[in-house]
C-alpha cells in the first residue's frame, strides 16, 4: 500500500473523531482541526485544488464558525 493512501485513510479517520468530538462537546477547536485533518487528503489528491491547498484553514474556519453557531443557539 502506498504510504500517501495510508497517510489519508489516517488523517480522514482522525478528522471524523475530531469532529464529532466537537460536535459533542461544542469545541470549536476540535472542529476546526477536524475539518482541517480531512479537507488536507481531499485538497492533495486532486490536482486542481492543489493551488488552493493554503487556503484550508480559512475554508475550516468557514465551516467551523456556522456549526458552532448552529450549536449554541440550539
Given amino acids: 500500500m502506498n504510504w500517501w493512501?495510508?497517510?489519508?485513510i489516517l488523517l480522514v479517520a482522525l478528522g471524523?473523531?475530531?469532529i464529532?468530538?466537537?460536535l459533542r462537546k461544542k469545541s470549536m477547536l476540535s472542529m476546526f482541526f477536524?475539518?482541517?485533518s480531512l479537507?488536507?487528503?481531499i485538497f492533495y489528491s486532486l490536482e486542481w485544488l492543489k493551488p488552493?491547498?493554503?487556503f484550508?484553514?480559512?475554508v475550516s474556519m468557514?465551516?467551523?464558525y456556522p456549526m458552532k453557531k448552529r450549536l449554541t443557539t440550539d
Fill in 20 to 22: 464529532f468530538n466537537g
Fill in 56 to 58: 484550508i484553514p480559512l
Fill in 34 to 36: 477536524g475539518i482541517t
Fill in 52 to 54: 488552493f491547498v493554503p
Fill in 16 to 18: 471524523l473523531v475530531l
Fill in 62 to 64: 468557514g465551516i467551523a
Fill in 39 to 41: 479537507l488536507v487528503p
Fill in 5 to 8: 493512501i495510508a497517510f489519508s
